[in-house]
Structures are given as structure tokens and as C-alpha cells.
Nanobody
Framework: QVQLVESGGGLVQPGGSLRLSCAAS????????MAWHRQAPGKQRELVAV???????NYADSVKGRFTISRDNAKNMVYLQMNSLKPEDTAVYYC?????????WGQGTQVTVSS
């Protein structure tokens, strides 16, 4: 069994920064794609950023230039550096990973951008 645990969420003022982390643990041979999704109240869950095992990244248009996804393959971790945060970035952020061909999700961490 594999678990994904997110950390780093919280309350931040507009224009501020946060760094989310996600640790994958359990019986792991290989993690292919890792990603961050988010879900705001009353909205569908959406893809924020994705990174392949080889470091190829892609971002939602709404976060390009402000968010950076990265990963540490040796530690089975993925990160999301969020800068210039806006109130519309407020959401629960979920980590996702394809581990040995199986799709896993974390429980989510709340990010609130408000003055």
C-alpha cells in the first residue's frame, strides 16, 4: 500500500508565497508522473501542475509564471512552490502520483489566500 501525505498549506496574504510538499511512502518501485490538483469550494477539481520522472513539467494557464513544481526521486517527494498568490488560488490542494501503474491521491491540504 502506498500513502501520499501533503504538508505546507495554510493562510497567506495576497502576494505571498507557500511551499507545498508531498511524501510518498510504502512499497514503491517506481513513481512515474506526479502532480498537484486543487479544488475550490463549489468548483471541480482541476490540474495545477504535473511533472514526469525525468523532470518534464506542465502547468495550468492560471498558475504559469507563479507556481513551480519539482520533485526529488530519491526521496519520493514532490513540491509545489507558489508565489504571488491570489485569492482565487484558495483551494484544497491534492498530491497525485502514479506509482507502479496505480493512481494514488493524498488527503489534501488547505491553502487560503486572504487579507
Amino acid at each position: 500500500q502506498v500513502q501520499l501525505v501533503e504538508s505546507g498549506g495554510g493562510l497567506v496574504q495576497p502576494g505571498g508565497s507557500l511551499r507545498l510538499s508531498c511524501a510518498a511512502s510504502g512499497t514503491i518501485v517506481s513513481i512515474n508522473v506526479m502532480a498537484w490538483h486543487r479544488q475550490a469550494p463549489g468548483k471541480q477539481r482541476e490540474l495545477v501542475a504535473v511533472i514526469t520522472r525525468y523532470g518534464i513539467t506542465n502547468y495550468a494557464d492560471s498558475v504559469k509564471g507563479r507556481f513551480t513544481i519539482s520533485r526529488d526521486n530519491a526521496k519520493n517527494m514532490v513540491y509545489l512552490q507558489m508565489n504571488s498568490l491570489k485569492p482565487e488560488d484558495t483551494a484544497v490542494y491534492y498530491c497525485r502520483a502514479f506509482v507502479d501503474g496505480t493512481d494514488y491521491w493524498g488527503q489534501g491540504t488547505q491553502v487560503t489566500v486572504s487579507s
